[in-house]
């Protein structure tokens, strides 16, 4: 699992495109968005934490 903080500690674009982006260049499934929260891939309990 990786976190990314884009207030903080913002990547450069190539690496914060490495991250999202799967091997045929479409987002990683699932996406989802919930307020400013961005979540790409599937990580069990990361999904429990910001959707409770």
Partial sequence: MVQVNL???RPDD???TKLVLGPTGNLRAPTL???KTLLV???EE???EVLT
Avoid: I, P, V, W
């Fill in 33 to 35: 968005r919930a307020g």
């Fill in 7 to 9: 207030k903080k500690d």
């Fill in 46 to 48: 990361t999904y429990q």
């Fill in 14 to 16: 190539e690496t914060l």
């Fill in 41 to 43: 891939g599937f990580h």
